[in-house]
C-alpha cells in the first residue's frame, strides 16, 4: 500500500523534493519526540505496577511506545520525505504532501500575500529553512530546503506574486 | 517581498498602491470641502470610554463582590471599604489615563491607533487593507450616546485582525466611516482612472446632508415581524439556550434552601418518572422560546441595503450592529437550509467577507430567514457577481459516484461500533452493568446511516458559465456555496489509502475568511474528475501552451466529468 504511487500521479507530480537532510532531521524530532513518549509510557507503566494490576498490563504502554516510536523513528521520515514535492510555477505554487492521506495544493501565485523563511535551531544546525506562504486563508509551509534554495524560493515567489491582487 | 520588513502581517500592502494615496488625495482636495479631507486628525476616544470600561469590570466583579458582600457580613468594617475603594479609584485613574493616551487618525492612506499607558503601541491599518466597518451600540453605549466601530482587516483572523473603537459620538463615526470608505473605490479595477472619478461621485454625496446610516441607500429587503418569528422557532438553536436554562436551574438550586425543595417534591404525588418527564418538557419548550427571544433580539430590525458598491446591514434590538461591506469584497455566499427549514423551502444566505471573524450570530449573515425562491431576486439586487440559479433549484448539479455512497452512509456507523467495542469491552472487564448495554450506540447506527445516506443524495458541485464553483454539501443544515472561481485562495485534493483503492479523493477550497467559514470541502468525488477541477480552477489569464489541457474546465467539460 504505501510502496505504490498515489493515484493523483495521473497528474504528473510536481518535480522538486525537499533538501534530503530533511530526513535525518525528521529523524532527530522523531526521537525527542520518541524519549518523551516513553518516559510517559514508563510512568504509566510504573503505575500499573503500584495498582497491582499485575504486570503484564505494564508491558502495554511500554510495548505501544515502543512500537510507535519504532514507525516514526523508522520508516516515516524516509516516506514523508519522498511524498513531499513542490514547483514554484508561473502561474501557481504545486505542492504534494501527506504519510498517507496524500494531499496536493495548488496556490495562485497572485494569492499569496508574503513569504516568509523561518529557521529553527535544529535547522540551522544542517542549514536548512522552511518557507511559509501566507494567503488570506491561511499558511501553509514548506519545511526543510537548503537555506540557499529557500532563499532563491522565496524571492522568486515574492516576485511573481508581487502582481494587484483582485482580492481586495 | 513587497518592502515593508517590519511588519510581517501587513506586507501584503502592495507598495504602488501607498504611492497612489498622495496622488489621490491630491486629486480629491479641490472637490472636497476641508471638513471632508481625506485625512483625518489626531483624537481621542468620547470619555464615555471610560464608564464603559469601568462598568465591564464591574460586571465581573459584581458575582464575587455579591457573594463577598452576603457571608462575609460580619468582619465588615472601615479597613475593607477603604481598601476596596483604593483598589477601585486606581482602576478609575488608569483607565481614565488609558483614554488620556488612546488616539487614532488618518493619514497617508492609513487608519493609525496609538494606545498603551506603559507599553506604547501603534497599529497601523493601510486603508486598502480594510475590509468591513461595523458600528454598533449596546444598551450602555446608547445611553451615554456613543456607538462603536469596528474596522475589521484581511489578516486571516489571526491577532490584530481587527480595530475597534468602542466609544465614538455619532458625528465622529460618520466622519471615520467617511474616511475609511476611500479604500474600496482605490481598488476598483479601473485604476486611477476610476479612482478619481469615484472619489468625485462620494464627494458629491458627502456635499449633500449625510443621513444616517440606517436610512442610507436603497432598501433591498428588511425582515418581517412573521419571518423573524418563524427563523426563531425553527433556528435550531436549541443547545446554547439550554445550556442557560441548566445554569439557571443550577442557581436556583444554589439559592433556594434544600428543604423547601424536599418537600415540593414530597408533595407531588408519583414522584419519578412524570417529574423527569414534566421537567424534560419544560427544560424543551423554555429552550425552544429562549432560541425565539435571541433570536428576535439579535435580527430584530434586520435590513438589508445598497448604497452604490457598497452593502449596508442593520440588526439587532438591543445591542444593535449596522456593517459596511463592500460588494466587491465578498468572497463567497452560503445558501443554509436548516433541517427545521428546508421541508418549508427556507433558507438563510450567509456571507464571507474577508475580514469577518466568525465571532458573533449575527455575522456574515446577509439575510436571516427568506423563501429559497425569493433568492434569486435578492442575490441580483444585493451582489449580481453571485446570483447562480443553479445554486438554488440544484437542479444541474453534478452527483457523486455510487461508489462514494457507502463512505457517506458508513461514515458516522464505524464511528458508533467503535465506540460499542470499546463501551462492551469496557463493561466485560469491568462489570459495573450488563455487557449488553455497550450495544447501545448501535441503536443510533440506523440514524447515523440515514444522515449519510441524505448527506450523499445532497452532495453535488457544478461550475456555472459565469465561472462560480458551486458545491453543496451537508453538515446537519444543507449548505450551498457559490465561490467565484477568481476568489479561491487555495485548491487541496487529498486522498487517504481507501479512497486510492477507490479511485475517489476530496477536494477542498478555500476563500478569503477572518473566521473558518471559508472551506469548503466535498469529499469523494471522482478522483480523475477532483483533479480536472482543482487544476481547471486556477487562475486564467496567459496560460502557458503546455497547461492548456489543464484549465480546460468550461461548463461542458465538467459536465461530462460528472458520473
Not at chain 2, 483624537?43 to 457573594?67: D, E, M, N, Q
Not at chain 2, 483572523?157 to 455619532?170: I, K, N, W
Not at chain 2, 423551502?345 to 425562491?373: H, K, N, Q
Request: charged content about 20%.
Amino acid at each position: 500500500m504505501f510502496a505504490r504511487r498515489p493515484r493523483l500521479a495521473a497528474r504528473p507530480a510536481p518535480p522538486h523534493h525537499l533538501d534530503p537532510r530533511a530526513k535525518t532531521l525528521w529523524r532527530l524530532n522523531a526521537l525527542m519526540e520518541f524519549a518523551v513518549l516513553l518516559a510517559f509510557a514508563a510512568v504509566a507503566a510504573w503505575g500499573m505496577y503500584r495498582l497491582d494490576l499485575g504486570w503484564g498490563w505494564s508491558v502495554i504502554p511500554v510495548a505501544g511506545a515502543l512500537l510507535i516510536g519504532t514507525i516514526t523513528v523508522g520508516p516515516v521520515p524516509g516516506l514523508r520525505w519522498s511524498r513531499w514535492r513542490y514547483e514554484i510555477g508561473e502561474q501557481e505554487v504545486d505542492l504534494q504532501h501527506g504519510l498517507l492521506t496524500v494531499t496536493r495544493t495548488l496556490i495562485p501565485m497572485t494569492r499569496i500575500q508574503h513569504v516568509d523563511t523561518r529557521r529553527s535551531p535544529l535547522q540551522r544546525r544542517y542549514g536548512l529553512s522552511s518557507v511559509i506562504l501566507y494567503t488570506a486563508a491561511g499558511a501553509i509551509e514548506v519545511p526543510a530546503l537548503a537555506d540557499d534554495i529557500a532563499g532563491s524560493v522565496r524571492d522568486r515567489i515574492a516576485e511573481l506574486a508581487n502582481t494587484r491582487d483582485d482580492l481586495l | 517581498m513587497t518592502g515593508d520588513e517590519e511588519r510581517p502581517e501587513d506586507s501584503g500592502l502592495q507598495t504602488e498602491s501607498l504611492e497612489s494615496f498622495p496622488s489621490q488625495s491630491a486629486v480629491r482636495s479641490p472637490q472636497s470641502s476641508p471638513f471632508l479631507s481625506p485625512d483625518l486628525a489626531s483624537r481621542r476616544l468620547h470619555p464615555a470610554w471610560i464608564a464603559i470600561g469601568l462598568v465591564r469590570s464591574l460586571r465581573a466583579f459584581a458575582l464575587p463582590l455579591l457573594i463577598f458582600v452576603v457571608t462575609g457580613r460580619q468582619n465588615w468594617d472601615a479597613g475593607v471599604l477603604l481598601i476596596g475603594a483604593g483598589i477601585g479609584l486606581v482602576g478609575v485613574a488608569a483607565r481614565t489615563a488609558s483614554w488620556w493616551v488612546f488616539r487614532y487618525e488618518v493619514a497617508g492612506g492609513e487608519l493609525r491607533v496609538r494606545s498603551g499607558l506603559i507599553a506604547r503601541q501603534e497599529r497601523t491599518v493601510p486603508l486598502e487593507r480594510v475590509q468591513t466597518v461595523d458600528t454598533g451600540e449596546s444598551p450602555l453605549q446608547r445611553v451615554l450616546g456613543v456607538v462603536q466601530v469596528r474596522i475589521e482587516t484581511a489578516a486571516g483572523g489571526g491577532r490584530g485582525s481587527d480595530v475597534t473603537l468602542e466609544a465614538l459620538t455619532r458625528d465622529d463615526a460618520a466622519a471615520l466611516r467617511q474616511r475609511l470608505a476611500v479604500g474600496p473605490a482605490g481598488r476598483s479595477p479601473g485604476g486611477l482612472e476610476a479612482t478619481v472619478q469615484g472619489a468625485n461621485e462620494r464627494s458629491a454625496t458627502d456635499a449633500a446632508v449625510r443621513p444616517l446610516p440606517e436610512t442610507q441607500g436603497e432598501l433591498i429587503r428588511a425582515i418581517t415581524p412573521g419571518a423573524l418569528f418563524v427563523a426563531g422557532a425553527t433556528s435550531g438553536r436549541i443547545g446554547p439556550a439550554m445550556a442557560i436554562l441548566f445554569g439557571a436551574y443550577q442557581f436556583v438550586d444554589d439559592l433556594v434552601p434544600e428543604s423547601i425543595l424536599e418537600r415540593l417534591a414530597m408533595s407531588a404525588p408519583g414522584f419519578g418518572l412524570r417529574v423527569v418527564l414534566v421537567v424534560a418538557g419544560i427544560v424543551g419548550v423554555g429552550s425552544w422560546l429562549l432560541a425565539v427571544v435571541s433570536t428576535v433580539l439579535t435580527f430584530g430590525g434586520f435590513a438589508l441595503r445598497r448604497e452604490g458598491d457598497r452593502l449596508l446591514i442593520a440588526s439587532g434590538l438591543l445591542d444593535r450592529r449596522r456593517s459596511t461591506i463592500p460588494i466587491s469584497r465578498i468572497q463567497a455566499i452560503t445558501i443554509s437550509e436548516g433541517m427545521l427549514r428546508q421541508p418549508f423551502g427556507l433558507a438563510a444566505l450567509r456571507i464571507e467577507s474577508a475580514g469577518y471573524a466568525t465571532d458573533s450570530a449575527e455575522s456574515g449573515v446577509l439575510f436571516p430567514l427568506l423563501r429559497r425562491s425569493e433568492i434569486p431576486a435578492l442575490l441580483a439586487a444585493a451582489c449580481p457577481d453571485f446570483a447562480a440559479d443553479a445554486a438554488v433549484d440544484g437542479a444541474g448539479l453534478n452527483r457523486l459516484p455510487v461508489r462514494a455512497r457507502r463512505r457517506y452512509l458508513l461514515a458516522d456507523v464505524w464511528q458508533l461500533l467503535i465506540l460499542a467495542v470499546v463501551a462492551v469491552a469496557v463493561l466485560v472487564r469491568t462489570g459495573w452493568l450488563d455487557w449488553r448495554w455497550g450495544l447501545l450506540p448501535l441503536a443510533l447506527a440506523p440514524l447515523a446511516a440515514m444522515y449519510g445516506w441524505v448527506a450523499f443524495r445532497d452532495a453535488g458541485w457544478i461550475v456555472d458559465p459565469a465561472e462560480r464553483l458551486i458545491v453543496r454539501t451537508r453538515q446537519v443544515a444543507r449548505q450551498t456555496a457559490i465561490l467565484p472561481r477568481r476568489r479561491l485562495q487555495r485548491r487541496d485534493v487529498s486522498q487517504n489509502p481507501l479512497q486510492r483503492r477507490a479511485a475517489l479523493a476530496t477536494l477542498r477550497v478555500a476563500v478569503a475568511s477572518g473566521g473558518s467559514g471559508g472551506r469548503v470541502e466535498l469529499a469523494h468525488l471522482d478522483e480523475e474528475v477532483a483533479g480536472r477541477l482543482q487544476a481547471g480552477l486556477g487562475p486564467r489569464r496567459a496560460v502557458p501552451a503546455r497547461d492548456q489541457s489543464r484549465s480546460a474546465v468550461s461548463p461542458a467539460t465538467s459536465a461530462a466529468g460528472g458520473p
